[in-house]
């Protein structure tokens, strides 16, 4: 089953789940311009965050709950994004279109997250902003994306968010009645 960008755009305007089957489901990251895909099964969370650079460009983040791989930022058109999922055995996999791709397997260490997490889960932006994690990962960003600055700092916010859903979901799962 293919969802392209257009579709996950209207998940996020509308704030309406799409349930792929009777385990997973397409829902809309809270607070943020983003959809993940959830297995309730296993609890696994992939997550893209959608970031416009400029009208033709955007930069789209993904990382999961459960690969320990890290973030993968790819610089692409928003209409060129897609994934597909194997409703059979819940897997998702991914095409961005062209475009280059940038891997940060560790921009931000699981010990690091747990750390940052206990301390800045509720903080603003301004705060995090200000936080020695954020510093570190806009110096990566600022080498290997070259964006203004305001593009940047949206990317920063959003890896570190990221990085909080997916500590939560990996280590804190609901209980259901």
């Known amino acids: 089953m293919i969802f392209k960008y257009d579709c996950l755009e209207k998940v996020v305007a509308t704030n309406k789940t799409i349930k792929v089957n009777d385990s997973s489901s397409i829902k809309k990251i809270e607070g943020m311009n983003g959809v993940e895909y959830v297995t309730d099964k296993e609890n696994r969370h992939d997550y893209y965050v959608f970031i ?11 990382t999961d709950n459960h690969t320990g791989m890290g973030y993968f930022l790819f610089r692409s058109a928003l209409s060129e994004f897609y994934f597909e999922v194997n409703t059979d055995a819940d897997l998702v996999d991914f095409y961005d279109g062209p475009g280059e791709e940038i891997d940060f397997p560790d921009a931000m260490e ?15 932006d301004e705060d995090i902003e200000h936080c020695e994690a954020f510093q570190k990962l806009d110096t990566y960003v600022s080498k290997y994306l070259s964006l203004d600055s305001e593009a940047e700092n949206k990317i920063n916010i959003a890896m570190i968010r990221l ?15």
């Open 110 to 124: 699981h010990d690091d997250i747990k750390v940052l997490y206990d301390k800045f889960k509720d903080a603003t």
């Open 163 to 177: 990085a909080f859903l997916a500590y939560k979901d990996a280590n804190f799962q609901e209980i259901k009645l």
């Open 52 to 62: 416009k650079i400029s009208d033709s460009d955007a930069i789209i983040i993904n």
